[in-house]
């Protein structure tokens, strides 16, 4: 089962950062938090993962606080292109190494 | 790097009849391949698990018998809803990943319509 909490829905200005939460306040040591996005009737797309450090790329930066309980994903320039139902899922050890989804947050970039 | 290849992309069939998906890791060696149903509006819910040369694990609900999962190798599983109903109609999804904390990687879905 899904460990996360994420809002259900965001809007973000066109050319502004988008800054999207989750929650995963029972994380556990060994588990790492994973970043997707879904375009309508699309395969997921990776993002981005961690463990404790913030991680940055070409398409997103993820900073998990010190406690791990919470992270943050941000899209530094949103564009119209980056519209997508976003999904943090925990995965490690503790949840047998599966990969379940959470609702995820629908994220839309207004012109 | 990491491209994960789902055919066919939609399908529809007669209630009754049987339907493969095929997932094919095309740059890399998936030790474990994972497929995934997507009703409209809503997540993606976890079927089961494959590893390479082992019987899938199937999440609590989903009947063994009915969802037949096949990964002959490392590059290859297969998805056959056999018997399909009408209720079976939905987006299937594969992933695949490596070994260890890799993240998955997936195919672009099969959409299928049961008629």
Redesign the interface.
Known sequence: DAKTTQPPSMDCAEGRAANLPCNHSTISGNE?V?W?R?IH??????II?G?KNNETNEMASLIITEDRKSSTLILPHATLRDTAVY?CIV??SNTG????????TSLTVIP | G?V?S?HPSWVICKSGTSVKIECRSLDFQAT?M?W?RQFPKQ????MA?SNEGSKATYEQGVEKDKFLINHASLTLSTLTVTSAHPEDSS?Y?C?ATRTG?S???????T?LTVT
């Not at chain 1, 009737?41 to 990776?46: A, H, N, R, V």
Request: proline share 4%; aromatic share 26%; net charge positive.
């Open positions: 790492y994973y997707y879904q009737s699309q395969g997921p797309q990776y993962h463990l999904y995965r490690g190494n599966q990969f379940y989804f959470g609702t995820g | 990491a994960v789902q474990t994972f995934y997540s993606l819910m976890l698990t987006f999804i992933s904390n993240p998955l990687h997936f195919g672009n879905g959409r």
